[in-house]
């Protein structure tokens, strides 16, 4: 029984090779997408880019976002939970490194990710949708 949905935004981050970013929370098995629940207040880009700084400490570069759409999943880890994600591909800058509840970061190549848990979010469709995109987007080093 679905308890109920939770709104979050998601960020699909490629590097120059088109490999996915993913990232695992503290306590957590899952490798999934970073992003996360809005603020008070928070619009989807406010939101998207304060969870990237918190959880990566790298800054979204604003010309770069492309709205992917919004998805409907079961939760990873609330059980009994749906997360409804707006998703956007966005370029960084500065160094990705895991913060905050993150634990780890891994890049995958979208059409052929390994053998770790996924979030049903990120295996069901961010995975594929980015592995049928060819989008130039990618992790910009910083300046």
């Known amino acids: 029984m679905v308890s109920g949905t939770i709104e979050i ?8 090779a088109g ?8 306590g957590t098995t899952a490798f999934m997408q970073p992003g ?9 880009i ?7 700084d918190e959880e990566l400490g790298c800054r979204l570069v604003h010309g770069s976002i492309q709205p992917l759409g919004e998805f409907d999943a079961i939760s990873a880890h609330e059980p009994g939970w749906m997360v409804r994600a707006s ?12 913060r905050a509840e993150i634990d780890e970061t891994i890049w995958i190549d979208p059409s052929s990710p390994p053998d770790v848990a996924l979030a049903p979010l990120t295996r069901d469709h961010v995975l594929p ?12 080093p910083q300046q």
């Not at 935004?9 to 120059?16: K, Q, S, T, Y």
């Not at 949708?129 to 910009?140: D, E, F, I, P």
Request: aromatic content about 2%.
């Open 36 to 44: 996360g629940k809005r603020d008070p207040g928070e619009d989807d």
């Open 87 to 98: 998703l956007y591909e966005i370029d960084v800058t500065g160094d990705i490194a895991p």
């Open 129 to 140: 949708l980015a592995s049928r995109q060819t989008g130039a987007v990618r992790a910009v």
């Open 9 to 16: 935004v998601a960020a699909l981050i490629r590097d120059g």
């Open 19 to 26: 490999r996915v970013l993913l990232v695992r929370k503290r």
């Open 46 to 52: 406010a939101a998207l880019a304060r969870e990237i």
